[in-house]
């Protein structure tokens, strides 16, 4: 898929133009120019009361002569209601209806006309990174014909100027990075856990460092865990056949003097819930509970296709939580890397245990700040439902910043509170801590057993159990938050 930017109208030639109309049938001005190509017919089909404008409406022209073979129709809202929100609702629409067309070329008019929430570079950045979404394909293996692949081929974002038009290239390449990091995620998401193993995992990390030289990775086995003594995340792994994982991706876009920033995520690539078993009703679905892990690798990937100029290390600890003869027991007490001893009461908070370890192993890359993400509670659905990650964070700038990149990428997150009061919660009469506090604000005790490990670093936890997949018909993953932590990370540079 090809993008590129065209800044003038006397070289249009797009076998399909995508043009925005205002709820009312007010014209935006590349709309208005458009349409003169067009002899006025979209003027003609307003005033006849065909299309109205309304947010996410599409109506499409066929069969037009001249250099313009098809009219894409798209209604952008009020104009006075104008807002980010809105334009990826008309854009996502738009794709969609252009990528059921034959068209194998498009000209995007929406990203022409600017306003103050809507520059050139949000509108092109977004424009990529919906047009690719709408494009992605779950990983097919189903056993029948295949679908064919959409036809389209390339898209020109229309700019107001040379100077948008530059922006924009820039906007480009950032969009095709989130877009290539997100299908990463969704891809190593969407696999079935007997295919997406932690070994798995591995590869698609080692497979990472051979397509991008800037990036290099390590897997570390069990028998390297062992040495490390990281015995909270091998006592989740204890009762599965499946060996677990560290994987260690490291991006060095900038100096080496440059500290990294961190990216920690969780890879349980099935969970059961181990010996404390879950509710068979949708089990299925714990294939995704290595969100946190496809995420980070997806960043990652992201950064790569970008060339961003900033050092990152992702951190993947990779396992099974199965039960078994071996399984942990609700009652044993484990110890972390850390030295600090886990009194285990509920298998099923085992992210927490995978996480403090790998936590404690990123101190060794002395991270400017370390970002874990993890589908770590059902009660971070319960609070936020699947609109916004949960976020809880020691440091106030961290977490102002990954609030205003979630903002800016449409991949939102809400601040949760930290508290010495709710780790009052996680004491226990035979160790350090226990895993689990009890049903009150589960959320928050679960970053407040990862805060415990954290002591002296710039920390934020970002809770994707309820964002990082969709379920029912339209179950697969989102790729959340891919394009959070991206557009965070080049803030950063």
């Given at each position: 898929m090809q993008f590129t930017t065209e800044s003038s109208f006397s070289r249009i030639r797009s076998a399909c133009a995508i043009v925005g109309i205002y709820d009312g049938g007010e014209l935006p001005e590349s709309t208005t120019r458009i349409d003169e190509m067009l002899g006025g017919r979209v003027h003609r089909i307003i005033k006849a009361g065909d299309f109205t404008g309304r947010l996410g409406d599409t109506l499409l022209l066929p069969d037009l002569e001249g250099r313009i073979q098809r009219v894409l129709l798209v209604g952008l809202g009020p104009a006075k209601a104008r807002s980010r929100r809105n334009f990826r609702r008309a854009m996502s629409q738009a794709a969609q209806?252009?990528?059921?067309?034959?068209?194998?070329?498009?000209?995007?008019?929406?990203?022409?006309?600017?306003?103050?929430?809507?520059?050139?570079?949000?509108?092109?950045?977004?424009?990529?990174?919906?047009?690719?979404?709408?494009?992605?394909?779950?990983?097919?293996?189903?056993?029948?014909?295949?679908?064919?692949?959409?036809?389209?081929?390339?898209?020109?974002?229309?700019?107001?100027?040379?100077?948008?038009?530059?922006?924009?290239?820039?906007?480009?390449?950032?969009?095709?990075?989130?877009?290539?990091?997100?299908?990463?995620?969704?891809?190593?998401?969407?696999?079935?856990?007997?295919?997406?193993?932690?070994?798995?995992?591995?590869?698609?990390?080692?497979?990472?460092?051979?397509?991008?030289?800037?990036?290099?990775?390590?897997?570390?086995?069990?028998?390297?865990?062992?040495?490390?003594?990281?015995?909270?995340?091998?006592?989740?792994?204890?009762?599965?056949?499946?060996?677990a994982r560290l994987i260690v991706v490291e991006y060095r876009g900038a100096a080496a003097a440059i500290a990294p920033i961190a990216l920690v995520g969780k890879g349980v690539t099935f969970d059961s819930g181990g010996i404390s078993l879950k509710d068979p009703g949708g089990?299925?679905?714990?294939?995704?509970?290595?969100?946190?892990?496809?995420?980070?690798?997806?960043?990652?990937?992201?950064?790569?296709?970008?060339?961003?100029?900033?050092?990152?290390?992702?951190?993947?600890?990779?396992?099974?939580?199965m039960p078994g003869g071996k399984a942990t027991k609700p009652g044993d007490i484990v110890t972390s890397m850390a030295g600090l001893t886990i009194e285990v009461l509920n298998t099923d908070a085992e992210g927490r245990l995978i996480l403090c370890d790998a936590l404690t192993y990123s101190r060794r890359f002395k991270p400017s700040a370390v970002i874990d993400v993890a589908t770590l509670t059902g009660a971070c659905v319960v609070a936020l439902g699947q609109h916004l990650s949960g976020l809880m964070s020691n440091d106030d700038t961290l977490a102002a910043e990954l609030v205003a990149a979630g903002t800016r990428s449409?991949?939102?997150?809400?601040?949760?509170?930290?508290g010495e009061e709710y780790q009052e919660q996680l004491k226990s009469n035979f160790a350090d801590l226990a895993n689990v506090g009890g049903r009150e604000a589960g959320a928050v005790t679960a970053a407040c057993f990862l805060w415990k490990f954290v002591d002296g670093l710039k920390w934020a936890h970002l809770d994707i159990a309820g964002s990082a997949w969709l379920n029912g018909a339209q179950k697969g993953s989102t790729g959340r938050p891919v394009s959070l932590l991206v557009d965070y990370l080049l803030a950063q540079k």
């Amino acid at each position: 898929m090809q993008f590129t930017t065209e800044s003038s109208f006397s070289r249009i030639r797009s076998a399909c133009a995508i043009v925005g109309i205002y709820d009312g049938g007010e014209l935006p001005e590349s709309t208005t120019r458009i349409d003169e190509m067009l002899g006025g017919r979209v003027h003609r089909i307003i005033k006849a009361g065909d299309f109205t404008g309304r947010l996410g409406d599409t109506l499409l022209l066929p069969d037009l002569e001249g250099r313009i073979q098809r009219v894409l129709l798209v209604g952008l809202g009020p104009a006075k209601a104008r807002s980010r929100r809105n334009f990826r609702r008309a854009m996502s629409q738009a794709a969609q209806v252009l990528l059921k067309t034959p068209a194998t070329d498009a000209l995007l008019g929406l990203t022409h006309d600017e306003h103050p929430d809507l520059d050139a570079y949000y509108r092109a950045r977004m424009a990529v990174e919906l047009i690719s979404q709408a494009r992605y394909r779950i990983p097919d293996l189903k056993s029948g014909r295949k679908p064919k692949a959409p036809r389209l081929e390339r898209v020109s974002l229309l700019a107001a100027d040379r100077t948008r038009a530059a922006t924009m290239t820039k906007a480009i390449l950032h969009g095709e990075g989130i877009a290539a990091g997100s299908a990463v995620a969704k891809d190593l998401a969407n696999l079935p856990p007997n295919i997406c193993t932690p070994t798995y995992l591995g590869k698609a990390a080692l497979a990472l460092a051979k397509s991008h030289r800037k990036i290099h990775t390590r897997v570390l086995a069990e028998p390297e865990l062992k040495r490390l003594k990281m015995g909270s995340l091998l006592s989740v792994t204890s009762g599965t056949a499946e060996p677990a994982r560290l994987i260690v991706v490291e991006y060095r876009g900038a100096a080496a003097a440059i500290a990294p920033i961190a990216l920690v995520g969780k890879g349980v690539t099935f969970d059961s819930g181990g010996i404390s078993l879950k509710d068979p009703g949708g089990m299925d679905e714990m294939k995704f509970d290595m969100s946190g892990a496809a995420a980070v690798l997806g960043a990652v990937k992201a950064l790569a296709v970008i060339n961003a100029p900033i050092n990152v290390v992702a951190i993947v600890p990779a396992c099974e939580n199965m039960p078994g003869g071996k399984a942990t027991k609700p009652g044993d007490i484990v110890t972390s890397m850390a030295g600090l001893t886990i009194e285990v009461l509920n298998t099923d908070a085992e992210g927490r245990l995978i996480l403090c370890d790998a936590l404690t192993y990123s101190r060794r890359f002395k991270p400017s700040a370390v970002i874990d993400v993890a589908t770590l509670t059902g009660a971070c659905v319960v609070a936020l439902g699947q609109h916004l990650s949960g976020l809880m964070s020691n440091d106030d700038t961290l977490a102002a910043e990954l609030v205003a990149a979630g903002t800016r990428s449409g991949d939102p997150c809400w601040r949760m509170p930290l508290g010495e009061e709710y780790q009052e919660q996680l004491k226990s009469n035979f160790a350090d801590l226990a895993n689990v506090g009890g049903r009150e604000a589960g959320a928050v005790t679960a970053a407040c057993f990862l805060w415990k490990f954290v002591d002296g670093l710039k920390w934020a936890h970002l809770d994707i159990a309820g964002s990082a997949w969709l379920n029912g018909a339209q179950k697969g993953s989102t790729g959340r938050p891919v394009s959070l932590l991206v557009d965070y990370l080049l803030a950063q540079k």
